[in-house]
């Protein structure tokens, strides 16, 4: 049993850190999401593409297909320092979900044309796959696929794709009747509409309409596409508690600093036994949920699907309580200011909500988990 | 990173298992198989059997008599012995005064009592908390008057647990009473049998007569009994409150306790009910993260490091969770837990303790520092905030 950091790790962590220090602290999100409406624009194609540059878009693929080789462990550490920072770049949907579901049902020919330029930080992706209606089920059921001659006609509606209103491709799941389908496809592509819908947490997030004759070249060929589906949807999931950590840690921290200089009847408000209390009840969590990010990250790649999808949604449904809890504390122990925009808390506590929703809430992750053989194996 | 044991560690768990698997007599493993409460004998008939293997004390010294166990196996002994139902040792011998008696005790001390300790040969119980002294301990007001070779003992100690059983107590007293309230306090060592002392069974509300009150009336303890520094009791008993303290979290009793609630949810017909099978899920899903937490706190331990800030949420978390799976239980027996407990016949065997343990269990979240006084030293100590 090992929670040390390597040396490498360390790096990565202390690197990031810095970056988002100096090139991406909470004002500029901000600023990019107030001027959304104007510009039509939510994050920064250029430092996209100075993180490619950095190697960060390349961590979790494989060398074969370009990437850095790295685990899930160190994009946790990535993503905790992006999620404290709130970092605008499309990192957890771009990267992890739809990059690993391109990795695992492409062929080397589509990594090389579509993992390639994302990982050089050329272009982004996005992963279409929730329907209307559907709740949290990863494979696609009224998205349709058929064969069309050589070609297929894909017919359908997505709902809150995230990133999808800036990606340059967008990835489309379908059901052929049999089985579950992907198809890589360029955002001008004849066959999508593409509208912004706004989102919670200021991101904003794309309805896309599927309805149109799509080349075979496009469907993805070299895997099994409903599986690849479900392991992105568990890497994102790990990968989205430990964006939370990095919220549950800075909304601590912002809070703590609020109650020891926040004076009323003459003492600062940090002294007042409710409120200590309070606040420790958040440490709780934080911890809490710190634990089982370290869970999440390791397990994400587990080939065990009991382990694997236990693991994940015990990290999960402890974000999406936990998270919940902390955020709500930290807008409570900040008293009128936390509910108004211009505090900072209010944009962790939408963030979070959308984290705890994404790649299943609790109920979802909760009844996984009491599904799993695991929970009550036979006497 | 790495979530599993050690190939090592995993042979040390599979060598208590198996020695689990034969050692445990056929009247406790009886009991350990319903959860049946234990007895009081049979608590030091269990200790004597892991004395016997040596494994009665995995955190002590070897110089002591310790196994010399790593931090990692003592873990994994602690959590097998925890999942197989066994009977839970007194703390006060092995956990409180012994560890207390290696730090700050003489070399007389430690040969005098550490032994029997070990062997289970004298049964220990704590004389802290008084009827004026709960969690502002440094209250006490129970007296020892100075009188040549001895201390003179007045007052009354109370949640004094088993000092029925008990050959001895370790007491927190007043040696001077002139000076701010935790440096006028020592450490001292009483004799149960010694005349004036009177321990007096009370009922918890769990029906078991764990508690009692303990009553000193002049008596008369060497002064080679007392402990550390005279004056010096409350840096003894702080001491104390550190050790072992990645085991507090009781993870393994804890997976006890939810095995237990989803072998009487399935007696019941309830698990395949979702709703229910949902509300156990998520207690499930509590103590799996706690267990995380309580892994980060010993890989830690395993490497020498002291307890990060981790560790302090253990005791804190660990015994609501343990509260709330016997809540559970309760209401997965539904009309059943009307209930009183040890009733054959009425409920099953599997549900006969579940009563008295709920009951008792609420103080869990009130021994060995409430939730509290946790928080209050969480809030200070580790976030840092102002007093008040």
Not at chain 1, 132 to 151: C, I, L, M, V, W
Not at chain 2, 246 to 261: D, F, P
């Amino acid at each position: 049993m090992d929670f040390q950091l390597s040396d490498e790790q360390k790096l990565l962590r202390d690197s990031v850190r810095t970056f988002t220090k100096q090139r991406s602290p909470v004002t500029r999100f901000r600023k990019l999401r107030d001027h959304a409406g104007v510009t039509g624009d939510g994050w920064d194609r250029g430092l996209w593409r100075e993180m490619g540059e950095l190697g960060w878009l390349s961590l979790p693929f494989p060398e074969a297909a370009g990437g850095f080789g790295g685990t899930l462990v160190d994009v946790g550490l990535l993503l905790e320092a992006f999620g404290a920072a709130l970092v605008p770049e499309p990192y957890l949907a771009s990267v992890i979900h739809a990059g690993l579901a391109l990795l695992r049902a492409g062929s080397a020919e589509q990594h090389a044309r579509w993992l390639a330029p994302l990982i050089d930080g050329r272009s982004s992706l996005a992963l279409a796959h929730a329907e209307a209606g559907h709740r949290f089920d990863p494979q696609p059921r009224s998205t349709t696929a058929t064969r069309d001659g050589a070609a297929w006609r894909v017919r359908g509606a997505k709902q809150f794709v995230a990133h999808g209103q800036h990606a340059d491709v967008l990835v489309v799941s379908a059901t052929d009747g049999e089985q579950t389908q992907l198809f890589a496809l360029p955002r001008d592509h004849a066959a999508l509409r593409i509208d912004r819908v706004q989102t919670i947490d200021g991101l904003g997030a794309a309805s896309v309409h599927i309805d149109g004759v799509v080349d075979d070249e496009h469907r993805l060929a070299g895997g099994d596409a409903a599986l690849a589906l479900d392991r992105a949807h568990d890497a994102a999931a790990a990968m989205a508690v430990s964006e939370g950590l990095g919220i549950c840690q800075a909304v601590l921290e912002l809070t703590v600093g609020h109650l020891r200089t926040r004076e009323q009847f003459g003492v600062a408000i940090g002294s007042f036994q409710a409120l200590q209390h309070r606040a420790v009840e958040m440490f709780v969590e934080v911890e809490l949920v710190r634990s089982v990010a370290v869970l999440a990250a390791v397990r994400a790649d587990e080939e065990n699907d009991d382990l694997r999808r236990r693991a994940v949604s015990v990290a999960k449904a402890q974000l999406a309580t936990g998270g919940r809890f902390v955020t709500q504390q930290a807008i409570q122990l900040h008293g009128g200011i936390g509910i108004t925009d211009e505090h900072d808390v209010g944009l962790y506590f939408k963030r979070m909500h959308a984290l705890g929703v994404m790649f299943g809430d609790e109920e979802h992750h909760v009844r996984r988990f009491a599904a799993s053989p695991s929970f009550a194996p036979a006497p | 990173m790495d979530l599993s044991f050690s190939p090592d560690d995993l042979r040390f768990r599979d060598e208590v298992r198996s020695w689990l698997g034969d050692a445990m007599p056929a009247g406790i493993r009886a009991k350990a198989e319903v959860d049946a409460h234990f007895e009081m004998e049979e608590v030091m008939q269990w200790h004597r059997i892991l004395y016997g293997k040596g494994w009665v004390a995995p955190h002590w010294p070897t110089k002591f008599g310790g196994p010399g166990l790593s931090a990692t196996q003592r873990f994994i002994l602690t959590e097998e012995l925890e999942l197989a139902g066994a009977p839970s040792l007194s703390p006060f011998g092995l956990s409180m005064v012994g560890p207390a008696i290696m730090q700050f005790g003489t070399p007389e001390q430690q040969q005098r009592f550490l032994p029997k300790i070990l062997s289970g040969d004298e049964v220990w119980c704590q004389g802290y908390s008084e009827p004026g002294a709960g969690s502002d301990l440094a209250s006490l007001r129970t007296t020892a008057t100075d009188d040549g070779d001895a201390f003179v003992l007045n007052g009354q100690k109370t949640w004094t647990t088993y000092a029925q059983y008990a050959d001895w107590i370790f007491c927190l007293v007043r040696t001077d009473g002139s000076v701010k309230k935790q440096a006028g306090i020592s450490f001292v060592l009483v004799d149960m049998r010694t005349p004036g002392v009177e321990a007096r069974p009370m009922l918890t509300i769990g029906h078991t007569p764990a508690f009692c009150d303990t009553f000193f009336e002049n008596v008369r303890v060497p002064k080679t009994q007392v402990v550390g520094p005279l004056h010096g009791g409350w840096t003894v008993a702080k001491a104390l409150l550190g050790h072992e303290r990645t085991l507090i979290a009781a993870v393994g009793h804890s997976q006890r306790a939810i095995r237990r609630v989803k072998r009487i949810a399935a007696a019941h017909g309830l698990l395949d009910d979702l709703a229910w099978r949902s509300r156990i899920a998520r207690l499930e899903i509590q103590l799996e993260a706690l267990q995380m937490a309580n892994y980060r706190t010993l890989a830690g331990a395993a490497l020498g490091h002291a307890p990060g800030p981790e560790s302090s949420i253990l005791k804190l978390r660990g015994s609501e969770i343990f509260q709330r799976a016997f809540e559970l239980a309760m209401d997965v027996m539904g009309p059943d837990a009307l209930a009183w407990f040890n009733q054959p016949g009425v409920v099953s065997e599997l549900e006969q303790s579940v009563a008295s343990t709920y009951c008792y269990n609420r103080a869990t979240t009130i021994y060995g520092g409430s939730s509290e006084i946790q928080k209050n030293i969480i809030a200070k100590l580790i976030l840092g905030l102002p007093g008040a």
